[in-house]
């Protein structure tokens, strides 16, 4: 598999990621045996980037894989959703701990939500780039689905790898309280590309709802101008073949990729209302029904699982309708 630099930095990355997010509790819930095994057999066959988040609890996992590969170092990244400097110090101090490593390579303000956000995040960001002074990470970031908050985080200092949210039919892209395009996102993918930093691309596929266009969407997002890797997630050894497949250009020309392993299901009876989740969602994809219960609008919906951790009452379930 092709490498590329991250930037300007001396890293190199495969052009395909390792995403993690697909086997979290919020979506597969593989056990960390399950999940190590898939990661393993990632980088047996040469992928040498894996993205996780603290918020994913997949540091399980991982510690699993990485404490039985004797290969040359991954490239690891996580994130934190923490919006101050103590809680970035602590995320990256458990990352350190939980992944039994001194340095995590890459760290991210995690979905930064707008603009208004990454003001908000500033200490935060300041704090990745104390910790990079300081050798606990090498490279500092920001991940988000807004196109607005890419051209910013595009141009500014003590950002060094730009993590946004881009696809062939523009799914989830946000952009200040609508919807952005993944033209904006082009543009901010070549400003970054151009002022040194490197990109990670997320969500290739929608979060899973433009996977029968498989190939039109791998196609597009491996080959945008500026891009330096794309994070696909998996939830198999099988699902990691057939990106090689893909890219060997033997992938069966019939493939179709299996879509019915997540869907986000609220049980009304449960739902008090809240709000939480509306609140949750960065993709606009909930609302309070006429009778007051959420309900999800499933055009808009990537089966990302953020916001089944915040229900209080537990009404919202990501089902999975395939183990394996
Ligand atoms: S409804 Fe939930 S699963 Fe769907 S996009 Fe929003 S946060 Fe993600
Ligand atoms: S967070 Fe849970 S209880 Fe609150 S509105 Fe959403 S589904 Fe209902």
Redesign the pocket.
């Known amino acids: 598999m092709k490498k590329r630099q991250i930037g300007q930095h001396p890293i190199e990355v495969t052009e395909i990621g390792f995403g993690s997010l697909v086997m979290s509790f919020?979506q597969l819930d593989l056990t960390p045996e399950k999940g190590a095994e898939i990661v393993s057999y990632a980088l047996t066959r040469g992928i040498n980037l894996i993205d996780t988040a603290q918020f994913y609890q997949t540091y399980p996992h991982l510690r699993l894989a990485l404490r039985s590969w004797n290969g040359p170092d991954p490239v690891i990244c996580s994130k934190s959703l923490a919006p101050d400097g103590y809680g970035i110090y602590k995320a990256i101090e458990e990352a350190r701990r939980s992944l039994d490593r001194d340095v995590i390579d890459v760290f991210f303000l995690h979905e930064v939500y707008g603009l208004d956000d990454l003001w908000y995040r500033r200490p935060a960001l300041e704090a990745l780039n104390e910790a990079k002074a300081k050798g606990k990470i090498r490279l500092t970031g920001i991940s988000t689905h807004h196109s607005d908050v890419a051209e910013e985080a595009a141009a500014s200092d003590g950002v060094d790898v730009l993590f946004p949210l881009v696809n062939v039919a523009s799914m989830?892209i946000r952009r200040g309280d609508g919807f952005g395009t993944k033209e904006e996102m082009e543009r901010a993918i070549a400003t970054a590309a151009a002022n040194g930093k490197g990109v990670f691309g997320m969500k290739a596929f929608g979060?899973g709802p433009l996977l029968p266009r498989y190939r039109e969407c791998l196609d597009y997002a491996l080959n945008i101008p500026g891009l330096t890797s794309e994070m696909i997630g998996f939830g198999s050894c099988e699902e990691v073949d057939r990106i090689f497949d893909y890219l060997d250009g033997t992938l069966p020309a019939d493939y179709a990729p299996d879509m019915n392993r997540k869907e986000?299901f609220i049980e009304e009876t449960d739902c008090i209302g809240c709000g939480a989740?509306v609140e949750?969602?960065?993709?606009?994809?909930?609302h309070l029904n006429a009778d007051g219960f959420s309900e999800?609008d499933r055009r808009?919906?990537?089966?990302?699982?953020?916001?089944?951790p915040v229900c209080p009452m537990r009404a919202?379930i990501?089902l999975t309708k395939r183990q394996d």
């Not at 949750?280 to 909930?286: I, M, Q, S, V």
């Open positions: 919020g989830g979060g986000l989740c949750r969602c960065p993709n606009g994809a909930l999800v808009l919906c990537m089966t990302c699982g953020y916001c089944a919202i990501m």
